[in-house]
């Protein structure tokens, strides 16, 4: 199994007030193709910026990020972009949908983006949206769905493009025990089909049990 990720020697600081703060100390982790890993740590562990820096939204760091063949600190900004687009998928604990647009439509145009053909984009987000218990909701925008069903609508977003790999930031942390439980094995079960990797971040450790492995991140560092 070849690596998807490989993370070495990251290292990340900020200074407020004066003081640098040091949120990661040389982190190293590697994900592989398929494989879904936890990230497992308490708020202010620095979970959100090492995933931060593995999505290429920022820069400052210092260590490697590698995505297959990309060496991320060696590429320019509009390479870092295309990477983003053709690479990854994003789950955050908020949906962040548009809200003026309809559950398909949000699926649909993140794959526009991409270069699809939109006949090609609309099949396959019905089929993921079908996947995920909305086949009755597509024409339904945000506001007319639950936390859940707009949870499971930011799942088939992330996944149109057909990512490596999938980058989730307590995927559904702003559920209800019960419906996080529920929206969370369908978002294991669809990536494994779809045969992404995935590394989500989390701080719960009974939904990280249910992933393939647990890497725990403390004062900055991989236990």
Do not use: C, W
């Amino acid at each position: 199994m070849s690596d998807v990720l490989q993370v070495a020697g990251l290292r990340r600081s900020f200074v407020q007030g004066g003081v640098e703060i040091h949120v990661l100390r040389g982190v190293d982790l590697k994900v592989g193709e398929g494989e879904i890993v936890a990230l497992l740590g308490p708020s202010g562990s620095g979970k959100s910026t090492l995933l931060q820096a593995v999505g290429l939204l920022e820069g400052g760091y210092e260590g490697s990020i590698r995505i297959k063949e990309l060496e991320a600190a060696a590429l320019k900004e509009t390479e870092r972009t295309a990477a983003r687009r053709d690479m990854l998928g994003f789950v955050y604990q908020f949906h962040h949908l548009l809200p003026d647009f309809s559950a398909l439509e949000n699926v649909v145009l993140a794959q526009l983006v991409h270069g699809a053909a939109r006949a090609e984009a609309t099949a396959r987000a019905e089929s993921l949206l079908g996947a995920l218990g909305l086949a009755e909701r597509l024409t339904h925008k945000p506001s007319k769905l639950s936390g859940g069903e707009q949870q499971r609508v930011a799942v088939a977003r992330a996944l149109a493009n057909k990512p490596a790999l999938i980058l989730a930031d307590e995927p559904t942390g702003n559920l209800d025990e019960a419906t996080a439980d529920i929206v969370f094995a369908e978002f294991l079960r669809l990536v494994r089909e779809e045969g992404s990797a995935a590394l989500v971040a989390t701080h719960n450790e009974r939904i990280a049990a249910k992933m393939d492995r647990i890497l725990r991140l403390h004062d900055g560092v991989i236990e």
